[in-house]
């Protein structure tokens, strides 16, 4: 019964503490199917030192003290790093949190196999060898091999110089502190507490690199997460606080269930990865064989990430962006913090004359299009004819208000081109827009016309991609401008306003789809050469003030006439210069046939003939 007990041990407790060092990898960077490749690495690298030690030894090339104390914990290292120098080379190995889980995993599994033949050899104090090699034996080895890890992940994003000398280092570490321990535990007369101390800064060590590569990950993804990545900055707060102990995402599971929140974390823990690979991109730079491998990976996670965005769906995801509020607040905080300052060092006057001076510069500085004072209310108003908004209560109304921009276009002033960069939508107050893009001859084709009431611009906002096409004024128009930050701000605190948002964004489909299939129908027909259409369609009425669907379909089927309209006109233009040229062309032929004719002996001599026989004519009279 020892010996299972001490199998058990033996195998138990170094996967415990195996599975508690791979939790600490906050972002999940280190590949599971990895560690348990290490893991059995590790077990067969014992294989080839055992056998090294048995070759020393056969041969009398050294004794056995002198392997156990010196020679072993070099070649076993050395085993032992052979798998982390092939995956330092590989897409799936970032950082120094990877290299200290994969070593230590390799560690782990030649431990274990020494840690079972220890116990098969000494069954009758199985349970008291089990313990001790556990918590020695295991973590030296363990450790050590987690040491070549740990500066294998950091050399390879440093100079090509650096690239070797960090490892070797790290060798170095590993196999001192493998050597020191040999020689102690084979010594007598010391305390068991005195084995622990090659084993101590093995720990300390693996602590501080992971806490450090946490703090480097987290600094990593804030540089790198971003618009470029599809990622908001309310997702990248969420990120961030992956690395802390409260939960961010209480708020999802109250409103869109476990299943939605888990999909959430995945996808959150799936933009970290994204931002640690990007950033280890760029000290890959000149590496192109591991630089093409992990920019192939990043992509492939981008992909994914897009699925998972998918599966989310866009109104927990526009719930989800909006989470992040504690920057804002630390700003408050800042400021809240100088004016008792300021305070204290006016004697008591409130704010210290700060509030004076603020409202001081707002009066004299320029005006960047965003109400103020009597002007948020009557912009209040105007938002409440706006159909996203016509739900929203009034306090939100006039925070609402509070942080839109005025634009005024002219007539034939561009909005936006196609291409640019979606970060807010505009709401139309009055006058007209066209939405339009050109085909693949440059010609224009008009989407859609939009006027008072409406909003243009929400596409690029809410899936983050560049507009998908151009806006022009079709008259005198003004526009408020919502940014996407406070889009989302309001989203957060109003959820209900995206069923507005799909409300009208499905309006808009039913209007796009009843205008496709018109123009399928209509596109048929002037493929067959039919254009009878053009004179059953009815004259489109004049402008409305206020145009339902069908009207805006009118409008653009008018357009697509038009446009078929001039198709037909070139179409006669064409048939008739066709029909000029082919007669020049039976002209020219005719003059060649007759020229051809002419030409000819036979003609010549009937010719003659016809001479000699009005000569013979001519001498009969």
Known sequence: ????????????????????????????????????????????????????????????????????HFAAPIYEEIFKGLILLYLVRRAKFTYSVDGAIYGFSVGTGFAVVENCLYIYANFPAATQIALQRVFLANLVHAFSSAAIGITLGISHLETPKLRWQIPAFGLLLAIGQHMLFNNLIGREGFHPVIFFLPVLPGILFIYYVMQRGKKQAQGWIKEKLGMDNRVTRGEVGLVDRLATPEDPLYPVVERFGVETTSQVEKLLYLQARIGIKSKALDGLRGNDTIYKAVEAEINEMRTEMKRIQSEIGSYAMLFVRG?????????????????????????????????SSLEERLRSSKDDGRPGGFMTKDIANQLKKIDWFEELPDEMLAALAKKVRKRHLSKDEILFNKGDE???????????????????????????????????????????EPRSASVVALEKTSTLELSREDFMEILRKQPDLALSVIRNLSSRLRQNTSYIEQITDMSRRVAKGDYSFIGETQPVQKQKEKESKQDKVEQLMAEFIAMVQGIREREDELRKQVQKLILQIDEAKRKQTFDEITSADFYARLKEQAKEMRAQRTDKK
Not at 325 to 348: C, F, L, N, P, Y
Not at 427 to 434: D, P
Request: net charge negative; with cysteine; charged share 15%.
């Open 422 to 464: 979606g970060d807010s939508l505009f709401a139309i107050l009055s006058g007209r827009v066209k939405i339009f893009t050109q085909d693949n001859q440059g010609h224009e084709v008009a989407l859609n016309r939009v006027g008072a009431g409406e909003i243009i611009g929400e596409m690029a906002l809410l899936d983050y």
């Open 1 to 68: 019964m020892g010996i299972v007990f001490g199998f058990f041990i033996a195998l138990a407790v170094p996967l415990l503490i195996l599975s508690f060092i791979y939790t600490i990898d906050v972002y999940q960077t280190g590949q599971f199917p990895i560690v348990l490749k290490c893991l059995f690495w590790g077990g067969v690298a014992f294989a080839p030192a055992t056998f090294t030690n048995w070759t020393l030894t056969h041969f009398g090339l050294t004794n056995q003290d002198t392997i156990v």
């Open 323 to 355: 989470l992040f509020t504690d920057e804002m607040a630390s700003v408050w905080e800042q400021m809240q913090s100088k004016i008792e300052e300021r305070s204290a060092a006016t004697g008591g006057q409130k704010g210290g004359g700060l509030w």
